[in-house]
């Protein structure tokens, strides 16, 4: 029995293979519409979620499976204090998979070492966000045709964005690729991440201006100012406007520069650039879907 709960789970044939199955599934839906009948997803999280919650959600409804859970830890018995380690236990007992979205970072982690069935990791905290990189990566893939040789701009909260660590985590495995960190100084890529690329000796500089290095970038990777995250309101509100992607700072980007966006936006892209040819945030969504798709047939191991 196999979980997934850091994106580097995944090895690079593995990911190949990933990517096969969900193109196969953008070509022939039909094919997969019984093959988690019977299966029972459950979705516990306790953290706010669109896109992640009913993307599961619709994965498994696609492959013909059913899906329990919860959408807030208030309507689950962690409310009246039950840990992640018993809940993981308890709905072992009525579902064949569990996605779990959880505030405090490791938490998916320790449920799937008490899970009697596999446990995917729906983001945990500022750490780590893999299936978002599956969609990510599935958006490189179809855009650019691959994952070598890319130069990807990432701009914003790169301390606390944990699909940021994760698309990091998961690029740095292929040859050529480079680093663009645009933050402010206090959302600034978290050491232990930078350690790793230097680690691996992958190139990357850092800085403020989301103009400048605009020119040679192949992706720009933008994120949301996390209001979740901060201690204080008063940081956020100085913080949150840091950086407004908008037609004219495109300007000097490449005909072929992909922007990706995990989503939610509040108001990093304005809406003026989503009818840009660059602009892939909304695919984004829908291949996440599909790589949950994925997903859910690899660790349930079916056929
Ligand atoms: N990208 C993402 O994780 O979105 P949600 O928070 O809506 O799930």
Do not use: W
Request: hydrophobic share 40%; net charge negative; proline share 5%.
């Amino acid at each position: 029995m196999r979980s997934l709960i850091d994106i580097l789970e995944i090895n690079t044939d593995e990911l190949e293979q990933l990517i096969k199955t969900a193109n196969d599934i953008i070509e022939n839906p039909a094919k997969y519409s019984e093959k988690c009948k019977g299966k029972k997803l459950a979705t516990l999280f306790f953290e706010p979620s669109t896109r992640t919650r009913l993307s599961f959600e619709a994965a498994m409804y696609e492959l013909g499976g059913n899906v329990i859970g919860f959408s807030e830890a208030q309507s689950s018995s962690a409310s009246k204090g039950e840990s992640v380690a018993d809940t993981a236990k308890v709905i072992s007992c009525y579902a064949d998979i569990i996605a779990m979205r959880h505030p405090k970072e490791g938490a998916p982690l320790v449920a799937a070492m008490n899970a009697g069935v596999p446990v995917i990791n729906a983001g945990d905290g500022g750490h780590n966000h893999p299936t978002q990189t599956l969609a990510d990566l599935l958006t490189i893939y179809r855009e650019k045709g691959g994952f070598e040789n890319l130069t990807v701009g990432l701009c914003g909260d790169l301390k606390f964005g944990r699909t940021v660590h994760s698309l990091i985590a998961a690029l740095s495995r292929y040859t050529g690729v480079k680093f663009v960190l645009i933050s402010p100084q206090e959302l600034k890529l978290p050491g232990y991440v930078k350690q790793t690329l230097d680690d691996k000796g992958i190139p990357y500089t850092e800085t403020t201006s989301l103009e400048e290095p605009m020119p040679q970038l192949d992706i720009l990777y933008m994120t949301r100012v996390q209001r979740e995250r901060f201690f204080n309101e008063e940081d956020y509100l100085r913080l949150k406007d840091s950086y407004i992607l908008t037609p004219e700072k495109l300007k000097n980007a490449r005909a072929d520069m992909c922007v990706l966006h995990p989503l939610p936006r509040v108001n990093e892209i304005s809406v003026a650039v989503d009818n840009d040819p660059r602009a892939c945030y909304f695919k984004q969504v829908l291949y996440g879907k599909y790589m949950r798709m994925a997903l859910i047939l690899m660790l349930l191991e079916v056929e």
